[in-house]
């Protein structure tokens, strides 16, 4: 079904992804969903970046501590997962394909240009960040970024928010992912591309943690978010009318 080049260039765009998913908590499923869009169908695309983040979630619950204390981000989310999938099966390839490509853009601006809007409703603001975590999650693959804005809009140093996001984003794609099983969105070629790409994530586990010794994470993210601006402008590019 497909060729060498095109495994090839999975496994690079999964070794670099989650090498910056490591170093800075979040990021690699914004950095390689609008570009895998450009071979893959999106729909394939999404579940083949949500079955991605639970291999490497399995990773991070040997190796990682985990945080489960902030819980409204968890009752969100579960009910996002549900308008989600409901959403996926009626919307079109391309229009998903389109909404990866503005869902990146628009969180690359948000990180880039530092906007907050601190609020005393924290309980109200993550669970309704929950939510669209899990709805976005589900039609996107896309699902840590809004965890991210809420707990730097409140102030979070960047250990909790480290570990509160790899903890969140490990039950979530669990979650997302047992949801397109049921719904019969998960194929045998998706479980090979993942068995595939299994090294590659191992890899980037590796890779992460050396880099973390070395590098800035915030001059990581930002070379991180200048990628994702141009990779979601040009998948909405591809999925525009005239793409």
Known sequence: MWDFHFYLLIGILVFFGFTVRVVTGFGSTMLIAPLLALFLEPKHTVVFVILLECAMGIVFIVKEKLNFEIKPFFVGGFSGIIAGIF?????????????????????????????????????????????????????????????????????????????????????????????????????????????????????????????????????????MLLITLFAGALAIWKFLPWG
């Open 87 to 223: 959403l996926f099966g009626l919307l079109s390839q391309r229009l998903v394909g389109l909404i990866i490509g503005v869902s990146v853009l628009a969180f690359s601006l948000l990180f880039l240009l530092n906007i907050t809007f601190r609020t005393e409703k924290e309980k109200s603001l993550f669970t309704t960040l929950g939510f669209l975590s899990g709805s976005m999650g589900v039609l996107t693959g896309i699902n840590g970024p809004q965890i991210v804005l809420g707990l730097v809009n409140q102030g979070y140093d960047a250990t909790f928010i480290r570990r509160t996001l790899i903890t969140y984003l490990i039950v979530i794609d669990f979650v997302t992912l047992a949801s397109f099983s049921v719904a019969g969105y998960l194929t045998a070629n998706l479980l090979k591309l993942l068995i595939y790409a299994v090294p590659f994530l191992i890899c980037s586990y590796v890779a992460g943690t050396y880099v973390l010794k070395f590098v800035d994470p915030e001059k990581l993210k930002r070379i």
